[in-house]
């Protein structure tokens, strides 16, 4: 399984980015794939999750602000953050489970900063 993450950067804050995710050795139609985050000097957490069927849910802290979405065909995941924060600065990843082992792709860094 590898999970591949793309698409940080810096933006100020108000802006906006997306991040997508690729997959391989998982197909994104059988199973639930999650983004998380790890702030600078902080535990990671939670940020979104889509399930097979396409259901969506959000971390309050970015609900509002960011949608998430996934191609079956391309086997492919988006998060596409709106109205970024300076507390949204951190590695982002995606992320399945499968059989009970977590796969965690790469990370992609998100900063947000005036």
């Known amino acids: 399984v590898q999970l591949q993450a793309s698409g940080g950067g810096s933006v100020q804050p108000g802006g906006s980015l997306r991040l997508s995710c690729a997959g391989s050795?998982?197909?994104?139609?059988?199973?639930?794939i999650d983004w998380y985050r790890q702030p600078p000097g902080r535990e990671r957490e939670y940020v979104a999750r889509?399930?097979?069927?396409?259901?969506?849910m959000f971390a309050d802290s970015v609900k509002g602000r960011f949608t998430l979405s996934k191609n079956n065909i391309k086997n492919t995941m988006t998060l596409q953050m709106n109205d970024l924060r300076p507390e949204d600065t951190a590695v982002y990843y995606c992320?399945?489970?499968?059989?009970?082992?977590?796969?965690w792709g790469q990370g992609t860094q998100v900063t947000v900063s005036s």
């Open positions: 992320h399945v489970k499968l059989f009970g082992t977590d796969w």
């Open positions: 050795g998982v197909r994104f139609i059988l199973n639930t």
């Open positions: 889509i399930t097979s069927g396409g259901d969506t």
